[in-house]
């Protein structure tokens, strides 16, 4: 068997050879800087093992806890807001005629606004009316139309929004499938 310290004298050994050829083929400019006597001794380690092992650690846990501190999702403080409501408060409404046009027939079409809510009775081709309340103040309408037959193909519906004392409103949406959208209406 070997030991460590044959490894060494053996490793030692051949540098001493290597450097030896190198001279005599002339590539160190002076013999000074190969001379086995200038050559570094490897026969000891320099240095407590543990102390390197814990340096080690150190630097790996601090790389450790940098690498997670940068990767880490940003911590968000939750502000609760509770605005504060006041009883009995008037909704100011808008009276509004709502024209809705299909390009295809349709198994329901409901529209939806802040004040108020409709659903057609009749769903066929052509242009339906629904008279109902809208909010003033966050004037939103949203459609959803629930197409009678399945289909790959774009269907539209064209809203048309009348409120008196307003400029009327036209909006097309549209979707290759059901759809289910909303606008902002500018009232």
């Known amino acids: ?47 407590s093992p543990l102390f390197r092992t814990f340096l080690i650690l150190v630097v790996i846990a601090a790389s450790g806890f940098l690498f997670v501190r940068l990767t880490a999702a940003p911590k968000l403080e939750v502000v609760e807001h509770v605005p504060e409501l006041k ?13 809705v046009t299909l390009s295809g027939a349709a198994r329901t079409v409901d529209l939806f606004a ?26 939103v309408l949203e459609i959803r139309i629930d197409w009678l037959e399945e289909t790959t193909a774009n269907r539209f519906a064209k809203v048309v929004v009348e409120a008196p004392g307003f400029e009327t409103f036209t909006h097309v949406f549209d979707a290759e499938g059901d759809i289910d959208d909303f606008v902002e209406l500018p009232f």
């Open 87 to 99: 009883p009995n408060q008037p909704i100011e409404v808008i009276e509004g005629r709502i024209y």
């Open 1 to 47: 068997m070997i030991s460590a310290s044959d490894i060494n004298v053996r490793i030692v050994a051949g540098i001493r050879r290597s450097t030896a050829n190198l001279l005599h083929k002339g590539f160190f400019p002076s013999p000074a800087l190969a001379s086995s006597d200038s050559l570094p001794h490897i026969s000891c380690v320099r240095g």
């Open 114 to 139: 802040n004040a108020g809510y409709y659903r057609f009775a009749s769903t066929g081709l052509g242009t339906h009316l629904a008279e109902m309340k809208i909010a003033k103040g966050n004037p």
